[in-house]
């Protein structure tokens, strides 16, 4: 499903696609997800960012939208079992997050 959602705080809406809700007839499973979520895509300026999501939410930080992304617990280091969270913050020309992309 695709939502509009301002992402950077310009009072402009970005486009959030998340492919957990895209299905197709023929397909049992959503073929954009796996055991750690679904693909999520967020459209900033024509530019496409992607994560893998459990699950997601825009939160107000004083005035300021975070990305809140519920991630799988591989992710953060625990077993595949845990949850975690990553939050992202818009600063003007990427996402910046407090965890280090996986290698």
């Known amino acids: 499903s695709t939502n509009?959602?301002?992402?950077?705080?310009?009072?402009?809406?970005?486009?959030i696609l998340d492919a957990e809700f895209l299905h197709c007839s023929t397909?049992?499973?959503a073929p954009y997800c796996g055991t750690g979520g679904c693909a999520l895509y967020a459209i900033v300026d024509e530019?496409?960012?992607?994560?893998?999501?459990?699950?997601?939410?825009v939160i107000d930080w004083d005035g300021e939208p975070i990305l809140?992304?519920?991630?799988?617990?591989?992710w953060c280091g625990v077993s595949s079992a845990g949850f975690c969270f990553e939050a992202l913050y818009w600063n003007g020309d990427?996402?910046?997050?407090?965890?280090?992309?996986?290698?």
Do not use: K, N, Y
């Not at 509009?4 to 486009?15: I, K, N, Q, W």
């Not at 530019?47 to 939410?57: D, N, Y």
């Not at 990427?94 to 965890?99: E, S």
């Open 4 to 15: 509009s959602v301002d992402l950077t705080g310009d009072g402009v809406p970005e486009v």
């Open 68 to 74: 809140l992304i519920g991630r799988d617990g591989a």
């Open 27 to 29: 397909m049992a499973m």
């Open 94 to 103: 990427t996402f910046l997050t407090v965890m280090p992309p996986l290698e």
């Open 47 to 57: 530019e496409v960012f992607e994560w893998q999501s459990l699950g997601w939410r």
